[in-house]
């Protein structure tokens, strides 16, 4: 009888999901990250920049749109590291027998981090 | 194929287990491991980010502690080990797009330079859009 495999029973990965979020988060995080980073958490607080006010901060984050794209970078940004860290995991530790947990873990921290971001970014 | 009940010498006992730290013979392994751990940079900032958000959120108060953590050791240390990451991850991912991405414009294949070159201009553009927004608020 020769073999024949069915339709159904070939089960899809979903590896290519994850690849395309770390690859997103990947172009965002290049992009954005270095020079808000650089901005918010060094030269700010060295005083090489001037501080921007509260009320002025109040006025950016108040729209809309600013926080769409901090929610973009934020967001995307964990799914790359949830998928790099994961292999991070697999090949530098040997994590490759907890597979299974070892994701979860990974992508379950991206996904609980971008609901709180959503939500948090929603009720400012 | 199946070894049936013959449990010695199995082909397994064979495959030794590359010890923990393999990668720090060469630095080419060394970059790797490096580069994989950029991740903890970027997750390292976006957490900052939106913490940022959540202080302004809560108030001058809030928003004045948070910005006074920004000025401690511990937070400038940590800002800067992850910002030489992160610069490390924006260059190797700008430098491995021409390779990973394969773009025809027509029947021609767009060279991987141009390709460099349009992802360095973006980042540019980017980098001065955000300084631009921070300076002009």
């Known amino acids: ?124 | 194929m199946s070894y049936g009940r013959y449990k010695k010498n199995h082909p397994w006992l064979y495959h030794k287990k590359p010890p923990l730290l393999w990668w720090v013979k060469k630095w080419a392994y060394v970059r790797f491991i490096l580069r994989e751990l950029t991740s903890l940079g970027v997750a390292f900032y976006v957490v900052v980010l939106l913490t940022y958000v959540n202080a302004v959120s809560q108030g001058p108060e809030a928003f004045a502690v948070f910005s006074d953590w920004l000025k401690s050791p511990l937070s400038l240390g940590l800002h800067g080990i992850a910002f030489i990451f992160v610069l490390f991850h924006s260059i190797t991912w700008f430098n491995l797009a021409p390779k990973a991405m394969v773009v025809h414009l027509g029947k021609k294949r767009i060279p991987g330079r141009i390709i460099l070159i349009m992802n360095y201009s973006m980042w540019f553009v980017v980098t001065a859009g955000f300084f631009w927004l921070l300076t002009t608020v």
């Open chain 1, 1 to 124: 009888m020769p073999h024949q495999t069915s339709l159904k029973t070939v089960k899809r990965s979903n590896e290519p999901f994850w690849w395309a979020l770390f690859s997103a988060g990947g172009v965002i995080a290049a992009l954005c990250v270095p020079v808000l980073l650089f901005m918010t958490g060094l030269a700010i607080p060295l005083g090489w920049m001037d501080a921007p006010g509260y009320e002025a901060m109040y006025t950016l984050f108040e729209n809309p749109l600013s926080r769409l794209v901090i929610l973009v970078i934020v967001s995307l940004s964990a799914f790359h590291w949830a998928h790099r860290f994961r292999f991070t995991l697999y090949d530098g530790l040997h994590l490759k027998h907890l597979n299974a947990p070892v994701a979860f873990f990974c992508y379950g921290c991206a996904i609980l981090f971008s609901a709180y971001a959503a939500y948090s970014l929603y009720s400012f």
